[in-house]
């Protein structure tokens, strides 16, 4: 199975500055399309999961520009610009790029 | 707009089995999968499979198999995970999810999530 490993936030950050979260995977996730098979989703507290970007860098519909994903075939992040209290969080990475779909443990992001 | 509602809690005894259903509206029913997605408490995501109910295929996560079963009902727009054989770890929330694009595990709706608890 791929295995996804996020990286931690300095907890919290400051309303109005930006954010990245990272995301490593054990195996590329470019596929013979040239498609990378990453998406990130965001999971509010008692809430469920909400997809934010999918095919590595793609904004889901109605998801804020300030939501921007980035990477390579291994590396990837999530930037997020002036955040405000509305991103609090866990966010995770899930791969897509083959069985079984597999996602990260989470990086949790707090608002100041 | 597309709406997942997910059947309620449920307590349920070792050794036995549960039904969760997902109830689609808003879409048609029959053009996309559906995923489901457990998630324990404190823990992330771990995926289970999808069914597309235009024609009730399948895939599993090897992990899942025997213990969940996928099924679809089309005239109620309606999937249905079973799980059984209950033990404690199977205690946690259980998700569907839409799959937006067929075969590749875009999940851009969710249910509300469908707790299960199994205890004596």
């Known amino acids: 199975d791929i295995v996804m490993t996020q990286g931690v936030l300095p907890n919290p950050v400051p309303s109005g500055e930006s954010a990245s979260i990272t995301c490593r995977s054990s195996k590329s996730l470019v596929y013979k399309d040239g498609k990378t098979y990453l998406n990130w989703f965001l999971q509010r507290p008692g809430q469920s999961p909400q997809l934010l970007t999918y095919w590595m860098s793609t904004r889901a519909s109605g998801v804020s520009d300030r939501f921007s994903g980035s990477g390579s075939g291994t590396y990837f992040t999530l930037k997020i610009s002036r955040v405000r209290a509305e991103d609090a969080g866990v966010y995770y990475c899930q791969q897509v790029r083959e069985y079984p779909l597999t996602f990260g443990s989470g990086t949790k992001l707090e608002i100041k | 707009q597309v709406q997942l509602q997910q059947s309620g809690a449920e307590l349920v005894k070792p050794g036995s089995s549960v039904k969760i259903s997902c109830k689609a509206s808003g879409y048609t029913f029959t053009s996309y999968d559906m995923h489901w997605i457990k998630q324990q408490p404190g823990n992330g995501l771990e995926w289970i499979g999808w069914?597309?109910?235009?024609?009730?295929?399948?895939k599993y996560n090897q992990k899942f198999n025997g213990k969940a079963t996928l099924t679809a009902d089309k005239s109620s727009s309606t999937a249905y995970m079973q799980l059984s054989s209950l033990t404690s770890e199977d205690s946690a929330v259980y998700f569907c999810?839409?799959?937006?694009?067929?075969?590749?595990?875009?999940?851009?709706?969710w249910g509300q999530g469908a707790s299960v608890t199994v205890s004596s």
């Open positions: 999810a839409r799959g937006v694009i067929r075969g590749t595990g875009v999940m851009d709706a």
């Open positions: 069914i597309y109910p235009g024609n009730g295929n399948t």
